[in-house]
Structure formats: C-alpha cells, structure tokens
C-alpha cells in the first residue's frame, strides 16, 4: 500500500514563492513516477507537473512552465514543488500523485487515469 503526505501549502501574496512537498511511504518509491495535480474551486483537477522515475526526465503544463520546478529524491522518498511567481489564478488545492512505472513502457504524466495513488491534498492560496 502506498501513502501520500502533502505538505507546505499556505497562503501568499501575488509574486511570492511556495515550497510543496510530498512523502511517500510503501513499496520501491524509485518504481513510480510522480506528479503534481491541482483542482481550484469549481473546475476539474489539471495537471501541474510530473518527473519519471529516475527524476531524470520531467515536464510541466504550460501555465506554469519556467516558474514551477519539480524534483524528487529517491533517498528520502520525497517529490518536492518549487513555486515561484505565484499568480493568483495558481490558487487551488495541491495533490501529489503516484504512478507506477515498472510494468508500464511508455510514461504519460497528463493522463489522470495513470496515477494509482493520491494524496489528500494541500491548499495554496495566492492573494493578489
């Protein structure tokens, strides 16, 4: 069984900065690719940002390309969120997802319905 713990959500005025990070526990954390969703009131959850397995391989929607950077660290079994810039349209609920990579071939960070595991969500809440 997997475990999801979000945490470092807050609130920010326009322009600051935000640190997600999310701590896995279960089973070979090097085995799953991770990503960042996030839903904000009213609308359906999107992608935010996903890193493969190795970490060496990332990518990012296109609203937050060049201000979010994603990172993981397989010896901590952590998946970190630098948020930099932050915009109030940024403002939502934060979820780290899991996705297990090792009988998969191809990876697909954008489709939701690859992900086998949440976590219960943080809140980022940006004022403008």
């Known amino acids: 069984q997997v475990q999801l713990v979000e945490s470092g959500g807050g609130l920010v005025q326009a322009g600051g900065s935000l640190r997600l990070s999310c701590a896995f526990s279960?089973?070979?954390?090097?085995?799953?690719?991770m990503g960042w969703w996030r839903q904000a009131p009213g609308k359906e959850r999107e992608f935010v940002a996903g890193?493969?397995?190795?970490?060496?391989?990332?990518t990012y929607a296109d609203s937050v390309k060049g201000r979010f950077t994603i990172s993981r660290d397989n010896a901590k079994n952590t998946v970190d969120l630098q948020m930099n810039s932050l915009k109030s349209d940024d403002t939502a609920v934060y979820y780290c997802?899991?996705?297990?990579?090792?009988?998969?071939?191809?990876?697909?960070?954008?489709?939701?319905?690859?992900?086998?595991?949440w976590g219960q969500g943080t809140q980022v809440t940006v004022s403008s």
């Open positions: 997802a899991a996705d297990w990579a090792n009988d998969r071939p191809s990876w697909y960070p954008l489709r939701e319905t690859e992900y086998d595991y």
């Open positions: 279960g089973r070979s954390f090097s085995s799953w690719h």
């Open positions: 890193v493969n397995w190795s970490g060496g391989d990332t």
